[in-house]
């Protein structure tokens, strides 16, 4: 099934724009939409709580300052919604169209809970790219996104890249999360002009799982190749990641976590291509 909606959680910050150029770049592939999402917080939870009561007119200060910030943010959105559109030559509709165009839509909510609630009804999102720079909210809503729901994330570089999805190579080490990401992608991996496997292998013994992949992909017209990298003294994700720079413009990895959700740590893999890929990866977990 192509890629028909995509959404863009937008906070009003630099990041908006790299991750709206990407969205539309994508979108033009599949003659999709593009959803702009602001989520708008209870200006109330900005209030401190602690054992010393606070004034009313403290408590409305504060409030109206939040609201006031809170305005300003979704201004800058709009306007980063506006230009990206502008130059993508993206109509830009009052809400969700058929076809290629984009819109900007609000709701209210904790970030996270409302980016969950979203994934049910897009079939990709489109996050700015979370590293170290990031808001700790977005890097959070990225986390509970990627683990709760089955919609694939595609993660924007720090830089806008120049196209996305010609050249593909996607990260195959045999698990469940490396399997999903390619089913999700296969609108991508359909359109590509070369698709390559990666497998970054500790020992000299390769995945021959791979095989069977190539032979999945060929019954959907997918002329895959495969390549197998030795890992040697390197971190999974900087051998993968060496692999993939320069042969591709699209990335397409598993996402993983461990422990608890409220306390998400990424696995090293993941951790590394969130902190260091400078093309875009979409993942699923």
Known sequence: ?????????????????????????????????????????DAREAIPFG????????????IETTAGIEKSQLAAARAALEKAAADAHAPLHPG?????GASLAETAGPLAQELVGAARFCDLMVFPAIGKAASPELTDAFARVLIKTACPLLLAPVSPPAEIGRRIVAAWDGG???????????PWLQQAQTVEI????ADTTPDETDKDLIAYLA??????????????ARKMGEALLAAAEGACDLLIAGGYSH??????????????????????????H
Not at 176 to 186: D, E, I, P, V
Request: one cysteine or more; a positive charge.
């Open 96 to 100: 969700v169209q058929t076809g290629y």
């Open 259 to 284: 422990g608890r959700l409220s306390e998400t740590l990424f696995g090293g893999v993941t951790e590394h291509l969130l902190a260091h890929a400078k093309m875009p990866v979409l993942m699923t």
């Open 1 to 41: 099934m192509p890629f028909k909606k995509l959404l863009v959680p937008v906070t009003g910050r630099a990041c908006d724009a790299v991750a709206l150029k990407t969205a539309l770049d994508a979108a033009k592939s599949f003659d999709a939409h593009v959803v702009a999402l602001f989520v708008h917080a």
């Open 219 to 232: 019954l959907h017209g997918i002329a895959a190749k495969r390549r197998t990298v030795p890992q040697g």
């Open 51 to 62: 054992e010393m009561p606070l004034s009313p007119d403290f408590v409305q200060n504060l």
């Open 176 to 186: 469940g999360a490396a399997a999903r990401s390619l089913k999700s992608s296969l």
């Open 198 to 201: 990666v497998s970054v292998c």
